[in-house]
């Protein structure tokens, strides 16, 4: 019998791995899911919030839920599914929901994905909050009787009865979104503001773009609903109260596009001089409208990182991939700008795209680093599910090539099953070879931990200011590999090997290699499933920094023997010299500061905007080399929430700009 009031448990599960999250961000996905039923059904409902198993299983076995739903994300459907099952089998009464944007547009793929799946009794297809509330009160109108519920034929909400699929269409989405109410403003969100999650927010729903590698991509998300402007100001200023975590996320396809995003800047400018937070904010910048997105970073300068996602600057390949790219131009001015204003720009990539050569390609990097893009996010195309890229006749018109792997620390072993996401990738097609694949990413190797994060700026500027091509530099480090010392020749090998082991030819590849405690003991012990990437520039920033910086030195000086330029061993020492006290071992807690002499002071020439030549710095100098407690602090609690392997420093350092870490300097007369 049906208890006077339901109990909801909705669930948005995180993978752990030594007893860090997978996934850092708060689960505002359920939270507008159970303020919208709360306000429509009252109190009719009682709904509760999860995203770690074990909060889940002591919940249940305290309290049994009438309906339990999960999301369904590339990065915990295996997860979700598990739990599904395993209390369909324990609770055959209760009513399993399952919703997400990984689930095909296509019938013929619906059908096979809910068959394959028998404990979900109903999907949510789209937007969920109207689909699941008209679910939630059939099943009270119904006495939580699943077949009379599913004679309702609701929009939005698929499901099997008996042998036949039923598709009830996409779910209908808010026109307007001021009937949603906060969830952190009704506190279903506290607990995760509390226990450290990133909190993540959303001015507005929905992008205007078409690009076939996105699940926004589609007719259904054209259209853009946005949030009341007071109520945005409202969530930031309850956060800040609240906050553990030093981050925020904004989850808009195109923040800063929009005229109101400017007020919602100013709004966080106050935020953070009155409560000294975020210190990062993670955001997909604007396809277009300039003038706006620069009016934003002005304003917050480098918390904000200027994102503009290229993917591919190929005229060619924009056009395949139906994708509007900010022209060149304009992507030129913005960079100039941020030079001005002592911004922080970053740029995706994505290898391989419809149409994309290995020539096309390089140039579109050629491009970013003429640019001056601070930081160049190569980024292997996913094959997503409900993206036009993988639901379309891609594969036949572009001879896509596809391989499978595992997602980055999306792995684990609950209740004693093996649980490993996978994700489907596109590593070939007919204009750009597997082989050119391995080779671009040894290229996205060097890129990673020699162009992005500043990290070698200095260096970067000095070559710039005797002309050299900072492309042509990159290159010759991928292509001189060879010459390196033998410990980066091997860690190169090893990134290499690694690349090419992580792909398998099937889901079930990978399925059965982690069938085995030997295997899924190298995921958790992250001897394989790292992000690459990740995982080697955090090598390159703990204990290969040396290795990294002498060959990037030793590179350097050929490159400008080789063009018959003149250069002062002295001035090339003074930088060395200051990177390594700057920037060595930056993870590690200093006790007490260090100091250095130089002949020249790369201080005030960097201050300056590396403008004039660094002969015209040269004076004998001493500095000491110290981090701030407020970067101790930092460090720590990024350590806290993401790990301390080199994968997740890594990782650390894509959540935060990097030069925030590296040790402050104070000039000694």
């Known amino acids: 019998m049906m208890r006077a009031k339901p109990l909801i448990y909705l669930t948005n599960l995180t993978h752990i791995n030594n007893n860090i999250p997978s996934t850092e961000a708060i689960p505002l996905n359920i939270g507008y899911l159970a303020t919208y039923v709360k306000k429509v059904l009252k109190d009719q409902v009682e709904v509760k919030l999860f995203n770690l198993h074990l909060d889940l299983k002591k919940a249940v076995d305290e309290k049994k839920p009438d309906i339990l739903g999960f999301s369904n994300y590339a990065w915990n459907s295996n997860l979700s599914y598990h739990y599904a099952s395993f209390y369909k089998e324990k609770i055959p009464e209760i009513i399993i929901v399952m919703g997400g944007p990984n689930y095909s547009y296509k019938p013929e793929r619906q059908e096979e994905y809910l068959k394959k799946r028998n404990s979900i009794d109903f999907c949510i297809v789209g937007d969920g909050e109207i689909a699941f509330c008209n679910l939630v009160d059939a099943c009270i109108q119904h006495q939580m009787n699943v077949d009379r519920v599913k004679q309702e034929r609701i929009n939005g909400c698929h499901y099997m009865q008996k042998e036949a699929f039923i598709g009830n269409g996409l779910s209908e989405r808010l026109k307007d979104m001021t009937p949603l109410p906060s969830p952190y403003l009704e506190g279903v969100l506290d607990k995760f503001l509390e226990d450290g999650f990133t909190p993540i927010i959303q001015t507005n729903r929905g992008c205007p773009f078409s690009c076939s590698f996105c699940c926004c991509g589609t007719d259904y998300y054209s259209r853009i609903a946005f949030f009341d402007l007071q109520r945005v100001q409202d969530e930031l200023e309850f956060i800040a109260k609240r906050v553990q975590s030093p981050s925020l996320h904004i989850a808009d396809s195109n923040f800063g596009m929009y005229s109101r995003d400017y007020e919602i800047c100013m709004e966080i400018k106050k935020i953070q001089e009155k409560h000294g937070w975020p210190i990062f904010i993670n955001v997909a910048t604007g396809k277009n409208s300039k003038e706006r997105i620069l009016k934003c970073v002005e304003l917050l300068g480098s918390t904000l990182a200027m994102s503009v996602a290229v993917q591919s600057t190929s005229n060619i390949v924009l056009k ?277 002499e130089v002949l020249y002071n790369v201080c005030n020439w960097k201050e300056d905007g590396y403008k004039k030549p660094l002969s015209e710095y040269k004076r004998k100098m001493k500095f000491e080399f110290y981090q701030t407690e407020e970067q101790k602090k930092i460090i720590k609690g990024y350590m806290k929430q993401y790990g301390g392997t080199t994968d997740s420093k890594g990782k650390i350092l894509t959540r935060v700009n990097p030069k925030s870490l590296f040790r402050e300097i104070k000039q000694i007369k």
């Open 320 to 596: 395949n991939i139906k994708r509007d790219n900010i022209s060149l131009s304009d992507f030129w001015e913005i960079q100039k700008e941020l030079r001005k204003l002592g911004g922080y720009s970053s740029s995706d990539v994505i290898l391989p795209l419809p149409g994309e050569t290995l020539s096309s390609y390089l140039n579109g990097i050629k491009s970013l680093m003429e640019a001056d893009v601070d930081f160049i996010e190569p980024m292997t195309a996913l094959m997503l599910t409900g993206s036009p890229l993988e639901e379309e006749d891609f594969y036949e018109r572009f001879g896509l090539i596809t391989k499978y792997r595992v997602i980055p620390r999306d792995f684990g072993v609950y209740e004693g099953t093996n649980v490993v996401e996978v994700e489907k990738v596109c590593v070939g097609t007919s204009d750009l070879s597997i082989d050119d694949y391995l080779f671009l990413r040894g290229f996205h190797f060097i890129i990673y931990c020699y162009y992005n994060s500043e990290v070698f700026k200095e260096l970067i500027h000095y070559l710039k200011l005797q002309d050299c091509s900072i492309y042509d530099y990159c290159y010759n480090l991928l292509t001189n590999m060879n010459e390196s010392p033998e410990s980066l020749r091997e860690m190169f090998s090893n990134f290499l090997s690694e690349t090419k082991n992580e792909l398998k030819n099937s889901e079930n590849d990978i399925y059965v290699r982690y069938s085995t405690d030997d295997n899924i003991k190298k995921l958790l012990d992250f001897e394989e499933g790292s992000n690459l990437l990740q995982k080697f520039y955090g090598i390159m920033m703990s204990y290969g920094f040396v290795t990294f910086l002498e060959y990037g030195f030793d590179t350097a000086r050929k490159i400008l023997a080789e063009n018959k330029i003149q250069y002062s061993t002295d001035e090339m020492e003074s930088i060395y010299k200051y990177i390594y006290e700057s920037r060595s071992n930056i993870f590690e807690i200093d006790e007490k500061s260090t100091f250095l």
